[in-house]
């Protein structure tokens, strides 16, 4: 008799698991699309580091026409200015572009779908592997400040995949953005 | 059975109903062409993505899933770890004696489950020397269906030690806990080497002297996801490639194999690995180069590049592969052909654009590899993390490589 009751008891967990299978596979889940991604984009400040700025009739702006772009190539940085002892440690250039400071020299990177210079041979895995990670492509160097993926990389996966479906809906701008610089004396050149 | 496992079994079982579900339904529901266009963005979304676009399916769909689910339980059940060998969650044992490695933690004897190996191509550790070990649960084998990535059986553990300077340091283990989840810890050795304990998900840095000036970090789980995961969880080092018993002696910092150590023949001829290409047991693999230098010099781009750089995963659309495929219908050198005086997106620094390659034969300087496995800054050097110091024997055998290539060379 006991097992019996047993049998019915592992026959009920499964009907059971079943039910809650077939459920979590017809279960609703957020579209990741192009527009949901917009939203998050422009809520989360991408931009902000992104698009480069440029001064306008009330002051800086985003340049609209370099949207999302990163570091304009043509714009060369001379050497960052060495801030003396103190809680000053970081660099900004005007346009929001380049950042120097104990890390080294980083440029934001062009996040258009250009092929060549953007991340127009990207997949959505990986842009999520690079949020998740901190590192380029999920496996490369690090990512630096003051990108914010520490935070990003709570969004779930199909936030990311809406950003990055809006990514790859914006106008492709080819844009070459320069490699990092490392701090001086952190490992040769 | 305790209902911890039951769970488990279900859990298990659960994960093989969803996949089955999702399969199902994208064989009865043809995408529409709006779907398409995103699958070109999501070409290995997880169960959950796919389901996003497919939320009907039919009857027939369903009692097959059901059906497989029930298979799938049943399978689970029969493949959980054996005594000694404790069920794997997501959160790793405090102490790596709990992991099942040793059957004596105070003698630091090996539990004899557990299988010696050593590849034939190491991964350069900044110099460390290292010892790994397998544990394969009982009555179950390797799946070679893909000779190239094998797939390994629930309850599979994997054991890496480190030392330097005759000291343990770290010793890494990865679990497979069914269902295509696997977990990853370092654990961290005490200095007189009483005790090894987890570390935090973060790693560890500065744990001990590579040479003076320099200390070794031990890697945090995103750091071991990394390298270890693309497509499918991989166990590097541990391939057909690596433990062919055709041993290249010239390969970099080779190590000294001993005969409790098993080899791609042994895992043959134990029953341990199946659906493998049958010309492996009669053939040892190796890689069929032109001139010995050509043979090592691929073997530790397979070892110490491949591992990202290949078709499985992230770096694919970067169009360079090191790793070389074991399997028939690859020709042999696509690895090279691939690299050959072609340009990436890197530029050496001070060079005019359009003078790096990834391999430029006859001229080291304008080859992007050998540059960045030769540097150490943080944002050129190649492998990107789990190194801090390059490997001057590989930076001269892969220089020399350059040097002597010669077109007809190719292997």
Redesign the interface.
């Known amino acids: 008799m006991k097992g019996t009751a047993t049998k019915f008891f592992l026959l009920g967990l499964i009907a059971l698991g079943s039910f809650a299978g077939i459920l979590a596979a017809g279960a609703p889940v957020q579209p990741r699309d192009a527009k949901r991604g917009a939203y998050l984009v422009n809520s989360i400040g991408c931009g902000d580091c992104h698009t480069p700025m440029k001064m306008g009739p009330s002051g800086p702006e985003p340049d609209q026409a370099r949207m999302l772009s990163g570091h304009p190539e043509a714009l060369v940085m001379p050497p960052a200015p060495k801030l003396p002892p103190g809680p000053w440690m970081t660099s900004v250039a005007a346009t929001m572009t380049a950042w120097a400071g104990p890390w080294g020299v980083s440029f934001t990177a062009n996040l258009t779908p250009d092929p060549e210079t953007g991340l127009g041979k990207w997949q959505a895995q990986t842009f999520i592997d690079t949020i998740r990670s901190g590192r380029v492509m999920g496996k490369g160097r690090q990512l630096q400040p003051p990108m914010p993926y520490p935070a990003l990389r709570n969004l779930t996966d199909d936030d990311l995949g809406a950003i990055f479906a809006y990514l790859q809906s914006i106008p492709r701008l080819k844009n070459r953005v320069p490699d990092p610089i490392a701090p001086q004396g952190a490992g040769g050149r | 059975m305790t209902i911890r496992e039951?769970i488990k079994a279900?859990?298990l079982?659960?994960t093989a109903?969803?996949r089955f579900?999702?399969i199902g339904s994208e064989l009865t529901f043809p995408p529409s062409s709006k779907i398409k266009t995103?699958d070109r963005?999501?070409?290995?979304?997880?169960v959950?993505?796919k389901?996003?676009r497919h939320?009907s399916?039919s009857f027939l769909t369903?009692s097959a899933?059901?059906l497989t689910?029930?298979i799938g339980?049943i399978a689970s059940l029969g493949s959980l770890p054996v005594p000694g060998h404790s069920p794997e969650t997501l959160d790793p044992p405090a102490h790596l004696r709990e992991t099942g490695l040793y059957a004596n933690f105070a003698s630091k004897t090996i539990d004899p489950r557990n299988l010696s190996y050593s590849p034939q191509y190491p991964l350069w550790s900044d110099g460390a020397a290292k010892r790994r070990w397998i544990f394969l649960p009982a009555e179950t084998s390797i799946d070679a269906s893909d000779p190239d990535v094998w797939e390994f059986p629930a309850g599979t553990k994997v054991w890496k030690e480190f030392s330097f300077h005759g000291r343990r340091v770290e010793t890494r283990l990865i679990a497979s806990l069914g269902g295509g989840e696997w977990m990853f810890a370092s654990y961290a050795w005490d200095a007189d080497e009483s005790d090894a304990t987890l570390v935090p998900k973060q790693g560890l840095r500065n744990v001990a002297e590579i040479q003076p000036g320099l200390r070794h970090d031990i890697p945090g789980v995103?750091d071991c996801?990394?390298?270890h995961v693309n497509r499918r969880t991989e166990i590097l080092g541990f391939s057909a490639l690596q433990l062919s018993p055709d041993r290249d002696p010239n390969a970099p910092h080779a190590e000294r194999t001993s005969s409790d150590m098993v080899s791609l023949q042994t895992l043959i001829e134990r029953g341990l690995i199946r659906s493998y290409p049958r010309s492996w047991a009669q053939h040892p693999i190796r890689i069929e180069a032109s001139n010995p230098t050509a043979r090592a010099a691929l073997g530790y781009l397979h070892a110490n590049c491949g591992n990202?750089h290949n078709p499985n995963?992230?770096?694919e659309?970067l169009n360079m592969f090191w790793r070389h495929s074991v399997a028939e219908n690859t020709p042999s050198g696509t690895a090279v052909t691939m690299a050959i005086n072609r340009t990436g997106?890197?530029?050496i620094?001070?060079e005019e654009p359009g003078d790096t390659y990834l391999i430029r034969p006859g001229d080291p300087a304008h080859s992007a590899v050998l540059f960045r496995m030769s540097?150490?800054?943080?944002?050129?050097?190649m492998p990107?993390?789990g190194t801090k110091l390059a490997d001057a024997d590989a930076v001269s055998l892969i220089r020399r490589w350059i040097l002597e290539y010669q077109k007809e060379e190719r292997p």
């Open positions: 039951v279900l859990a079982g659960g109903l969803a579900l999702v995103e963005h999501f070409t290995y979304g997880s959950s993505d389901m996003i939320r399916y369903l899933a059901v689910f029930l339980g995103l996801k990394a390298c990202c995963g992230a770096l659309t997106r890197f530029r620094p001070g540097s150490r800054n943080p944002f050129h050097q990107p993390l």
